[in-house]
């Protein structure tokens, strides 16, 4: 996606949903106005997105509909297993606006570098059928993707979360909620590691940020009238595993500053990937070597081998 598109995206939902918030919820009832902020948010696109080519032959499609899905709801997923039978697994989480087909290039990415992928839509999303999506319910269908993960994955070493965008902070909470769980349970937490790309800290923040560029009301507390938080920045100190976070350093959507500071708040063992040049989807590619070497890093994480932040160094393709 060019740069020229981001900046226009960033210019638009953002705005408009801080205008919903101030303007909008002002003679609207509380429901509607929570309801016309998540269709800002999330903003799907219908159908297939343009650049989509279609999937090859090994890629496995289907449906998961636990039972505690209203009738008729269902996440629609992808499971493309690498060539290595014994190869680790990524669950990829995306973010708003594309479904599935938007996010194939990135999936191709990771199954080159040698990784299983189970990818999923939420609900409301390409063929997940649902409701609007909610923070709280793509929470839920992310917990509902790590449990049929875990089945296709029964290696924890070999299983990694990775989250784009506001995928990012559905993975933090992911991760943070699992290693909850693994510590009540006095058991090791089940996933090696945590990724996430070009993210937030949290919705407030990346809100209150366009705010401040784009609108003639910045001086209003935009993030305390948000309904969705997605509050990451609280959850990372809490995710207890290897972590790698990547950013763009010309991303015009969100700023790399914002994966700088969960990059802080996150404890050992950690690693920052910044990349020049890389803007809010191509990172992946332009980090090349330097991205898979951190992913194989990751993995194999002790706390020695991760601390620190680095720069891709050069141009290089993957």
Known sequence: MSAPLLAHLR???????????LVVGLPVSCGALKYKERELLFRIEPGTAGWYRGLPQD??????????????QNLHAWWWPAARRDAPSILYLHGVRWNLTGQAFRIEQLRAMGYSVLAIDYRGFG????????????????HVAWERFTAMQPDANKRLIYGHSLGGAVAINLAADLAAQAK???????????????????????????ADNNL??????????????????????????PLLVVHGLSDPFMPSRFSQQLFNAALEPKHLLLVPGGTHNNSMSLGGNQYRQALD?????RPHQLAGPSVVQGSQGS
């Not at 210019?11 to 918030?21: D, F, G, I, P």
């Not at 890629?59 to 008729?72: L, M, N």
């Open 11 to 21: 210019r638009r939902w953002l705005s408009w949903l801080c205008m919903a918030v």
């Open 59 to 72: 890629v496995q499609e289907f449906d998961i509909k636990p039972a505690s899905y209203k009738a008729g």
């Open 127 to 142: 063929q997940s059928k649902g409701d609007l999506p909610s923070e709280a319910s793509v929470y839920e269908d992310a």
């Open 184 to 210: 009540k349970q006095h058991v090791a937490v089940p996933v090696r590691g945590l990724v996430i790309e070009s993210s937030f800290t949290s919705l407030g923040d990346a809100v209150a940020e366009v």
């Open 216 to 241: 003639p009301v910045n001086w209003l507390p935009v993030r305390w009238l948000l309904s969705q938080k997605f509050d990451s920045i609280d959850k990372i100190v809490d995710i207890d595993m």
């Open 297 to 301: 890093t990751l993995l194999k994480a």
